[in-house]
């Protein structure tokens, strides 16, 4: 999927693995206006790749128009390094309709100070989550991508939505060897006993391995913790190229019941 992945160039380059705990650091409060702030890069950003839609904002919520979609986001805490800034930031959509609860996108902000921190969040959620998430609103899927569950003895069919992957490390100049639907492929088999019985579901997957060998490694189905699934992810990152440098990929996923 080369045209997929070119089209998120830039957003690569701009990635940086979390700077080494032996730097230096400190950790500061975030002001109202830079809780603001990041709201107001999320918009900027949703109108910058979806000029299509309306947004109103009202207070601290971002209304999607006509989707009907709803965000939140708060910076929870800040660490400024000697060489970068580095947020953990979080952002809630909502849709009353088709998502239980909400979709929650937990980031690592990273940039030379705390505005571009701020924008690097905003672009990760708006190209990864929001983005999967609006393609599964508005119905775009590539149907040789549907598989079925069993539920009371009928079929159930499912569309896939694949967010970009995204990528650190060794995998920046390799993302040709990259298949978008490659991850979740591994965990189809676990998905069909996994998936609840609601119209959207969805996963967000991090596999990162270190220099060292350690890997860390975070797979959540509805904003739940998937141990199985972590396990199988560990299994396919040791058997990642043998080279002596940090690799990582992010993605987000979607799943779609068709009625």
Known sequence: MTSIFSRFANLRRSVKPI???AVSSQDTEVTAAEQAKFLECIKAEI???HSQLQIEEKGDVLHILPVQLQIRAQITSRTVHA??????????????????????????GIGENSVDAAHKGALVFTTGVFTTILDSLERRHQSEYDFYT????????????????MVQGFWRTHIEEIKEEHLTALLRPLLHDKLPNQLLSWMKMYV??????????????N???????VALLRCEAEMWPAVD????????????RCM
């Open 47 to 49: 109108q910058a790749q």
């Open 245 to 256: 440098e940090f690799m990582a990929q992010r993605q987000f996923v979607a799943f779609r």
């Open 223 to 229: 904003n739940q913790h998937w141990p199985e699934a």
């Open 83 to 108: 060489d970068a800034v580095v947020e953990c930031q979080v952002v809630r959509l909502y849709q009353d309709q088709l998502i239980p609860d909400y979709v929650e996108d937990v980031l690592a």
């Open 208 to 221: 990162a391995r270190l220099p060292s060998g350690e890997l860390i490694v975070e797979c959540l189905l």
């Open 19 to 21: 700077a080494s705990p």
């Open 150 to 165: 069993v539920e009371a003895d009928q079929q159930i069919q499912w569309h896939q939505i694949f967010g970009p992957v």
